[in-house]
């Protein structure tokens, strides 16, 4: 039997995909931020903990405001170039699976 045509379904969800690389990688992105910023945020705060109030409150605001974007504007690229590194045949699997994984994540974490 036959199974090329599930390759060739494949090939084109891929080429339906490949276009929007960018933003497939940003909504990962972002969603690892919402699911675990809450730690990194845990961690600036023991970090900047001692330091007297009107600073840490800015520390504090600079890097919600600038970290975490520094912290996306990283991750994006990253996970975009390891997406355009995929086979066509695998990259919906991947994205989906992708999308999944972070699922479990949040799940884990109590988040849904």
């Known amino acids: 039997?036959?199974?090329?045509f599930i390759a060739d379904f494949l090939s084109v969800i891929a080429g339906w995909m490949k276009p929007y690389l960018g933003e497939i990688g940003l909504s990962m992105a972002a969603t690892l931020l919402v699911i675990y910023g809450d730690n990194i945020t845990q961690m600036v705060k023991t970090q900047i903990g001692s330091l007297q109030m009107f600073l840490k409150i800015t520390l504090f605001v600079l890097f919600c405001a600038f970290g975490f974007a520094l912290i996306t504007s990283f991750i994006t690229p990253l996970l975009v170039n390891v997406l355009a590194g995929v086979n066509d045949a695998w990259l919906p699997i991947v994205i989906i699976g992708g999308f999944?994984?972070?699922?479990?994540?949040?799940?884990?974490k109590g988040m849904i």
Do not use: H, I, T
């Open 1 to 4: 039997m036959d199974l090329s």
């Open 100 to 108: 999944y994984l972070l699922g479990m994540g949040a799940q884990k």
